[in-house]
């Protein structure tokens, strides 16, 4: 549930001046204390205040810090997270690929065509397979060795954090594309991706650690 600025404002002067009074309350903020009543007693219900007679409201469990840290957690998007793609052209040599690996630090590559769209990702694992014991490999253009897409697992800007953490788990995977809609349609019909960004497991890592130490 959403809260109005002036509930958000009650929170925060309860958390600065616990324990308060409604009537103290009502007077940093102009108002009467009748017409803060509902106010109050919905924010007591939903836990953002306690109130306790002959104290006065106090914060409320549901802005603990562990709550305080899951809620930030559950709202958080993509594109809040981002970080820049890494990418090679679908004409690149895995040897480029490799090199491109170990220059980067990632554990996977995210493959695009010439307009910028997403053609596919290849990870260590794909091209440790290919290259054990095949001379030729390296000079072989990535988009032999590539999952492509449509199978690729990507997510948009919009979506949830916790929505990207659930696709890489499902799916095995330690990081994703994060994709917008181009305007350059395949000879297919389909619906094709300009990638702008990635998320990663490492990124996940931060994020949790980032929450939890926070003040």
Request: proline share 5%; hydrophobic share 45%; charged share 20%.
């Amino acid at each position: 549930m959403e809260l109005t600025a002036r509930q958000l404002h009650i929170v925060e002067l309860v958390k600065e001046h616990a324990p308060i009074t409604g009537e103290q309350i009502a007077e940093m903020l102009g108002l009467s204390r009748p017409t803060l009543r509902s106010d109050l007693a919905l924010l007591v219900m939903l836990g953002y205040v306690d109130a306790k007679p002959k104290v006065g409201y106090t914060p409320g469990s549901a802005i603990s810090p562990g709550h305080e840290a899951s809620r930030k957690l559950q709202s958080m998007k993509v594109k809040d997270v981002q970080s820049m793609p890494v990418v090679v052209k679908e004409t690149a040599s895995v040897h480029d690929a490799v090199v491109s690996l170990f220059m980067e630090n990632v554990g996977s590559l995210i493959v695009v065509d010439e307009e910028g769209c997403l053609s596919g990702v290849i990870s260590r694992k794909d091209l440790l397979k290919f290259t054990i014991g095949n001379n030729a490999a390296a000079g072989m253009p990535v988009s032999m060795v590539m999952t492509r897409e449509p199978n690729v697992i990507h997510v948009q800007q919009e979506d949830l954090v916790l929505e990207a953490a659930r696709k890489m788990i499902h799916h095995q995977v330690d990081s994703l594309p994060v994709v917008v809609p181009s305007h350059i349609e395949s000879s297919q019909g389909r619906q094709r991706w300009e990638v702008v960004g990635r998320v990663s497991k490492t990124m996940m890592t931060q994020i949790l650690l980032d929450l939890a130490t926070e003040p």
